[in-house]
């Protein structure tokens, strides 16, 4: 990936922060435009108004580590969400893949989901099917 400032510089020092929890944020828009500069290097941004299947948001009762009544939540939603794939066409459920893991995910309303993660096993013979349809994973459940 390359940045570059808004004055043509080349941006060579880029700082990710991972969250353990999420925070809530806000699209800027002025006027219809969703484009601006940030930072002290001018670098030009466009907000991201979610993924192409909609946007995750953790659930508080899908903690960093399972329990016998709620499974845990994912390393990766959105990228679980934004490589989902509907289980049918009569509900919003999607089932994606991220990270090596198998994620559930569940329409709250709006175009936001939450999900969980669940093993091979775990996952009905539908969300299986439509795994191995997808070319995702192989007949007995290995991620490819």
């Known amino acids: 990936v390359y940045l570059y400032s808004g004055e043509g510089r080349e941006i060579k020092e880029l700082k990710f922060e991972h969250l353990d929890s999420p925070i809530k944020v806000y699209n800027f828009e002025v006027e219809d435009w969703h484009t601006y500069?940030?930072?002290?290097?001018?670098?030009?941004?466009?907000?991201?108004?979610?993924?192409?299947?909609?946007?995750?948001?953790?659930?508080?009762?899908?903690?960093?580590?399972?329990?016998?009544?709620?499974?845990?939540?994912?390393?990766?939603?959105?990228?679980?969400?934004?490589?989902?794939?509907?289980?049918?066409?009569?509900?919003?459920?999607?089932?994606?893949?991220?990270?090596?893991?198998?994620?559930?995910?569940?329409?709250?309303?709006?175009?936001i989901f939450h999900g969980h993660v669940r093993e091979w096993g775990d996952l009905t013979q539908q969300m299986q099917a439509v795994l191995r349809r997808a070319g995702l994973v192989t007949k007995k459940g290995k991620i490819l």
């Open 37 to 111: 500069f940030v930072s002290e290097q001018d670098v030009f941004v466009h907000n991201s108004c979610g993924g192409k299947n909609g946007t995750f948001e953790n659930a508080d009762y899908h903690g960093k580590k399972g329990n016998p009544i709620k499974s845990r939540a994912p390393i990766n939603g959105q990228g679980a969400l934004d490589n989902s794939l509907p289980i049918n066409q009569s509900t919003t459920r999607r089932i994606g893949i991220s990270q090596g893991e198998f994620v559930v995910l569940d329409e709250t309303g709006g175009g």
